[in-house]
């Protein structure tokens, strides 16, 4: 990935450090995501990823630490507040308005960009460019076919699109996704990496992510982490290769033999 | 949601209501044209309960204030005009929820709960033990508004056949507002709300101030039934605000089904009615009332709006979504 040296920085965290009461659960996390780019971060449970990624969408106030969005600094903005500007996310469990059908979930996502409390006579549903937007947002996830469903009746990979198609909808230009991949069968695994590599041309991409078949297959950099703390930051060849990171979070398991 | 579906029972519920005052019997057209106002009082309960999920139970405050506020503004010996008290009371009543929603909705669960029947208490005690309203026996509104535009009176509210249908049209654009407004935008922001507030955060929507327009918007049309409670009995008690009262309007909405207008208003129905039936029976009616209540709780989780669902459900053989 030569390439991707001459990206634009999107995101850029500096020294991240949350603590609960006594616990660290981040300690001095630096994260940086460029254009074009997905960047994953791995570890074992408990290894403060969630805490991490929350910091980055404005879910959780970092303890110490800088955020940075094209270069602005975002540190304080509330969670809606990042959204508006660009940064959108999904979540570990499904996150979804389970009783509105797929295009209304999507549709009011879109809505969220030019929300105009005051017209109160205006049929949300005859919001053109809404709509057209929420259908775009739709296809460009996958679930093109399942327009008209409810939502909640999807299978729970479709859920997982549906959530992209919401975050797509915002005009995100950063993603920052909690495990898109989990649960998810093998088949659904596949198209979801081939959506994910399909929305990498425009936008970059943060993931936390299990699935080490996933990770090696649609990674262009990966962040270690163990206990809290940054273990190993690089390209995927060298985190295969690295002998810290096989001891700290493989060295139990046999899952390393992509 | 099939509103076409649904709209000849709702005409014809409307056309046999509209009949009441033919029957030339006071009692009836007063006692239908109070659980009108109720029902305009459960609907605009329901835009936060049902709608938005946020179980207010210090509504009665606001249908208090306005109604109040009618008694206080007019003048002791002559007419108000209704062009002139009905937007202040109404007003007064969307400033009072628009200042204690921007308090009250910063907590949520429980708590919201507790502090807006705490402010509900607050506002029961400014016009019980205070000069304003006039102690516990309330105040007398002598002269109910006059309609009257430079000399021209289109209707009469001393009349009571004028004043059941000026409830009952009401009624009507209230309902046919808030189904409108629900439609809208805004509207479809609180529904989303409800489901799913933090999504909505993260989706970029700034939430409090879609639930303070909803809390102010609630307390209006609250503050509207008030004012016309006021008018239609010509006397306001503090009573109105109790909390005895916010948790009576509770009921209408759960009873009737949250999350549906014409529930609210079959809820207001259902509810006044049984307490007549009951009240006449025995003086414990409290306690029937009740066992309904749970009733209606346990076996049907929709309230009476999810009665038609269910039978025609249950015609065409029990089949299940």
Redesign the interface.
């Known amino acids: 990935m030569s390439t991707t040296t001459k990206n634009e920085v999107l995101l850029q965290a500096d020294r991240l450090t949350r603590r609960f009461g006594g616990l660290v659960a981040n300690q001095d996390i630096s994260v940086t995501l460029e254009r074009q780019m997905i960047h994953v971060l791995l570890g074992p449970n408990g290894a403060g990823k969630s805490t991490c990624i929350n910091m980055l969408?404005g879910?959780l106030p970092p303890s110490e630490g800088r955020i940075h969005y094209l270069g602005k600094d975002i540190t304080a903005l509330?969670?809606?507040?990042r959204?508006?500007v660009g940064i959108?996310?999904s979540?570990q469990r499904t996150?979804?308005?389970?009783?509105?059908t797929v295009l209304?979930n999507v549709r009011?996502?879109a809505?969220?960009?030019r929300?105009?409390?005051?017209?109160?006579?205006?049929?949300?549903?005859e919001?053109k460019w809404a709509l057209d937007k929420a259908r775009a947002c739709i296809e460009e996830a996958g679930l093109g076919k399942r327009v008209d469903w409810v939502s909640g009746v999807l299978s729970h990979g479709e859920q997982r699109q549906l959530e992209i198609a919401?975050v797509l909808s915002?005009d995100a230009q950063v993603l920052l996704l909690d495990e898109p991949l989990a649960g998810m069968g093998s088949e659904e695994s596949a198209s979801m990496v081939e959506v994910l590599k399909r929305l990498r041309q425009t936008r970059g991409i943060l993931l936390v992510e299990h699935d080490m078949d996933a990770v090696f297959a649609v990674a262009d950099m990966i962040t270690v982490m163990v206990n809290g703390q940054l273990l190993e930051c690089g390209p995927p060849a060298q985190i295969k290769a690295s002998v810290a990171v096989q001891q700290a979070y493989l060295g139990t398991e046999d899952s390393f033999h992509v | 949601m099939n509103a076409n579906a649904s709209l000849i029972p709702k005409l014809v519920a409307l056309a046999i209501v509209a009949c009441v005052p033919l029957s030339g019997e006071s009692f009836y057209i007063e006692i239908v044209g109070k659980v009108l106002v109720m029902a305009i009082f459960a609907m605009s309960l329901d835009l936060l309960v049902g709608f938005t999920g946020l179980v207010s139970f210090g509504h009665a405050a606001y249908f208090g204030i306005a109604a109040y506020a009618v008694a206080i503004l007019s003048p002791e010996y002559e007419a108000a005009s209704l062009w002139y008290v009905l937007p202040a009371s109404v007003g007064l009543s969307a400033l009072a929820a628009f200042v204690i929603g921007l308090f009250v909705l910063r907590t949520k669960g429980i708590y919201f709960i507790m502090v807006t029947l705490a402010f509900a208490q607050m506002a029961y005690f400014i016009f019980h033990d205070t000069p304003l309203g006039g102690g516990s026996d309330g105040k007398y509104l002598n002269n109910k508004p006059s309609a009257s535009i430079f000399g021209w009176e289109p209707f009469d509210l001393t009349n009571e056949v004028h004043m059941f249908y000026f409830i009952l049209a009401v009624l009507v654009l209230v309902y046919l507002f808030l189904a409108?407004?629900l439609?809208?935008?805004?509207?479809?922001?609180l529904v989303?709300i409800k489901?799913?507030e933090?999504?909505m955060?993260?989706?970029?929507?700034?939430?409090f101030?879609?639930k303070l327009?909803a809390f102010t918007l609630a307390g209006a049309l609250g503050g509207l039934a008030g004012f016309l409670y006021a008018v239609l009995f010509g006397f306001v008690t503090p009573e109105l605000l109790s909390w005895h009262e916010s948790g009576n309007v509770l009921l209408m909405v759960i009873l009737g089904g949250m999350g549906n207008l014409a529930g609210a208003i079959a809820g207001a129905f259902a509810f006044e009615a049984m307490r007549e039936i009951f009240a006449d029976i025995t003086k414990y009616w409290q306690l029937l009332m009740g066992g309904v209540i749970v009733a209606v709780v346990l076996f049907l989780p929709g309230g009476l709006a999810g009665v038609p669902g269910r039978i025609k459900r249950a015609l065409q053989g029990g089949e299940a979504k």
């Open positions: 969408s879910d509330t969670a809606a507040q959204s508006q959108g996310r979540y996150n979804i308005f389970p009783q509105f209304e009011l996502a809505q969220s960009r929300q105009q409390p005051w017209s109160l006579f205006t049929k949300a549903m919001q919401m915002t | 409108r407004v439609q809208s935008p805004f509207g479809r922001v989303g489901s799913n933090h999504r955060q993260s989706l970029g929507y700034l939430t101030r879609y327009g």
